[in-house]
């Protein structure tokens, strides 16, 4: 069916369905069906906005087809095809639905690239062509003749940030370009890049992460990284070791310039658990106001994400008791 075809087919569906609606006649979808493929029936139908029971509506079965086709694109089938019959019945006002679907070829990726946008910082510098260079060869071995899937390309993005985050620019904007050639079943991928220089962090003291690591929680901040007051970055420092169990760790910064900030760390010990009590307990519950738990984790490391799936655990073991307050004491 082409898609003039299609295009009348709606229309005429459209027609029907506006002549019935305006006499208040509903129809109820009987049944849907799936053909043109032979796995992945059931996801496709999730994909379609009507479901049997519902009431039949025409925008919501042409956007479900729309939402079909467009999985479809971003799974590498960039000509798919979607045709649908609709079978109403005026006796008992109900529809039967049926989809054919038509995913096309495969397309596969046919080369890959990456180059600056106008207006980059470090251009004049050598090395930043060379950046490229270096990263261009990443992108050929490892996307290049690979199916042309948008969580492919999304995380193909991810990785090119994080590639000049290590080499000291921070990416503010990647546009990407494809082009595709229907005749061999292939797409030209492109990613436009702009960088800034970032601020840089120069971090003293630090023995337990590296600078890298810590640079990466700083990253959180992305582009505000450039612009934030120092005492901001130093809290987030703080609430990392603070996680790690580093209770004691103290940060400060110093020899603060437009463009570099030295941070110094101490990191102090690594906390270990003594006891974990908890406050606010009734005494007619038959439990002291102050009683120790969590005896599993005596002595073990302090990590936060450990404390707070164990305290969720046996707050649904006391759940009668409606304990008030949970403090973990900690010693060195």
């Known amino acids: 069916m082409s898609s003039w075809h299609r295009l009348l087919v709606h229309l005429f569906l459209s027609l029907i369905f506006l002549i019935d609606s305006i006499n208040g006649v509903d129809y109820t979808i ?21 479901h049997k029971g519902m009431i039949f509506n025409q925008a919501e079965h042409l956007d479900g087809i729309a939402d079909i086709q467009k999985h479809l694109r971003e799974e590498g089938y960039l000509q798919p095809r979607v045709d649908s019959a609709c079978h109403f019945n005026d006796k008992d006002k109900s529809v039967t639905i049926e989809l054919k679907i038509m995913p096309g070829p495969l397309f596969s990726i046919a080369s890959v690239s990456c180059s600056p946008l106008p207006g980059n910082n470090g251009q004049a510098d050598p090395s930043f062509s060379e950046l490229f260079g270096k990263l261009n060869k990443r992108l ?54 702009l960088l800034k220089d970032k601020k840089r ?61 030295v941070i110094d760390i101490d990191e102090g010990p690594h906390a270990f658990i003594e006891k974990v009590v908890v406050i606010g307990l009734e005494s007619d ?5 102050t009683q120790t738990f969590f ?37 060195n």
């Open 30 to 50: 009987r049944k849907i069906s799936v053909a043109g493929i032979f796995t992945g029936k059931d996801a496709y139908k999730k994909l379609y906005h009507l």
């Open 140 to 193: 050929q071995a490892q996307v290049k003749n690979k199916y042309c899937r948008k969580s492919l390309l999304d995380n193909e993005a991810r990785g090119i940030s994080a590639y000049f985050t290590k080499k000291g620019y921070l990416c503010v904007g990647i546009e990407m370009e494809q082009t595709f050639d229907y005749a061999t079943h292939s797409a030209h991928i492109h990613f436009n890049c």
């Open 201 to 261: 962090l120069f971090f003293t003291g630090n023995k337990l992460f590296s600078s890298q690591q810590l640079y990466q929680v700083c990253a959180e901040f992305g582009k505000a990284l450039l612009i934030i007051p120092p005492e901001l970055i130093v809290q987030e420092l703080k609430d990392f070791y603070l996680k790690q169990g580093y209770l004691e760790a103290k940060i400060i910064f110093s020899d603060q310039d437009s463009s570099m900030l």
């Open 295 to 331: 005896t599993n984790v005596m002595n073990h490391s302090y990590d936060v994400k450990k404390i707070e799936s164990l305290a969720d655990a046996d707050v649904l073991a006391l759940s009668e008791y409606q304990p008030a307050v949970f403090k973990v004491l900690t010693k």
């Open 285 to 289: 519950a038959g439990l002291a106001d």
